[in-house]
């Protein structure tokens, strides 16, 4: 838990260091330090979804871990309609490769409520998988064919973090040096 919250608190910082013009992505997909994968909705209304995809140019979407909206309803279908509403329960698995997991509704829609999000299962080894890889994402809205990019909340591996507190002691020393 403490790790999604210093996740989604880095992704907020870098949201808000955005240009004004930029505005929020709807839905966001990101990763815990173990691998477990979420799909976020940073808005302040619901995002209706038909469809989604997770797509890994280096093959490297771990199949089996994959937790689809069609697992869930078979696992508990009252979970599922409590938490992304009574027409979620129409989702099936369209592809299921190293390279694209996919899954989308011909009968229904998601709705994932503001600020919340959906784990989708552990579809990376580890996070620096996930950080290295150029994987993408994508929603598909209610009467849209389109396929709307999600977008991927890459942040830096520790030892940038490392760096910088390094640069940063560097500079701190060298401003009270000169004094």
Partial sequence: ???????????????????????????????????????????????SFTGYGIV???SVLQTADWRSIADWII????????????????FTESTVLPSLLAEKSATGVAVLPEGRWMSIGKLFKTFADFVHSTATAYYTVPGSA????????????????????????????????TR
């Fill in 1 to 47: 838990m403490a790790s999604r919250l210093i996740l989604f608190s880095l992704l907020l910082v870098a949201a808000a260091t955005r240009p004004a013009e930029a505005a929020l992505p709807e839905l966001v997909l990101f990763c815990d330090a173990d691998g477990t994968t979420y799909i976020r909705n940073l808005t302040d209304a619901p995002v």
């Fill in 56 to 58: 890994s140019p280096e």
């Fill in 75 to 90: 696992d508990d279908p009252t979970a599922v309609t409590d938490s992304l509403g009574s027409q979620a329960t129409g």
């Fill in 146 to 177: 389109d396929q709307l990019p999600m977008e991927v909340a890459r942040l830096p591996e520790p030892s940038t973090w490392l760096l910088a507190l390094f640069a940063a002691a560097g500079l701190f020393a060298l401003r009270h040096r």
